[in-house]
């Protein structure tokens, strides 16, 4: 996950993070209608017709994820990324590289295993979803405070750099 070090991240990557955080932060917000579908299928039951749409919508922006981050890993891979900056204590640093290496796995893992759930019945791959849902809510927290005291406490331009509102 190292990528090649470049100065400052490409338009294209600022905008890549922060249509998959919108994306994201939609699937957290609209998901009833596809838990409602959920349920009444697996109990054999009919969906009840209103609740199609918002499970659909769930459906196309978990791929629409899916599709962005592959675009961004590779980006990162040919293009590189800048090193985490600001972090001058070594445990720090860490912590940040664990922390977007953790989110990087769970763009992949959490619309693998609700497409698995959804088209393919993969026993388990819906527990997997649910599981990987929360534990990527809580490292999107743990991952915006420390952008957030990035920017505020040490006064670092990481989040202005992720703004594009710095040219660097
Ligand atoms: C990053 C993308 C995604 C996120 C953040 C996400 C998030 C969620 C959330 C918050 C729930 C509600 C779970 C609960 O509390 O019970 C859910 C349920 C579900 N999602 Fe996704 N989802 C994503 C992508 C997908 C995709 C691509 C599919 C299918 C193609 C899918 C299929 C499902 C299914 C079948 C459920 C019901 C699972 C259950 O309740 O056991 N999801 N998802
Ligand atoms: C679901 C929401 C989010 C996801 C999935 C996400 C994901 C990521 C990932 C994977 C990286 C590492 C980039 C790389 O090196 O390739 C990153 C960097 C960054 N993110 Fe987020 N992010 C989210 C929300 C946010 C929010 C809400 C903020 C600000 C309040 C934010 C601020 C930043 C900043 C400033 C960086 C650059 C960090 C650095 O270069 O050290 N992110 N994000």
């Keep these: ?91 720090l640093r860490l912590v940040a590289r664990l922390t977007h290496l953790v989110i990087y796995a769970l763009i992949f893992i959490v619309p693998l295993s609700g497409a698995a759930a959804w088209f393919l019945q993969v026993p388990g791959a819906g527990l997997v979803h649910v599981l990987g849902k929360n534990v990527l809510l809580y490292v999107v927290l743990l991952h915006t405070a420390g952008a957030l005291v990035q920017h505020f406490v040490l006064k670092s331009n990481v989040l202005r750099q992720m703004l594009a509102l710095r040219q660097a």
């Design 1 to 91: 996950m190292a990528g090649t070090p470049v100065s400052s991240y490409s338009k294209t990557q600022i905008w890549l993070h922060w249509s998959i955080a919108a994306l994201i932060l939609v699937q957290f917000v609209a998901h009833d209608g596809m838990e409602h579908v959920w349920r009444a299928l697996r109990r054999g039951q009919e969906a009840a017709a209103g609740d199609w749409p918002l499970a659909y919508l769930h459906i196309v922006l978990g791929l629409a994820v899916l599709v962005l981050a592959a675009g961004r890993l590779w980006l990162r891979a040919t293009r590189g990324v800048p090193p985490v900056s600001g972090m001058e204590h070594p445990a």
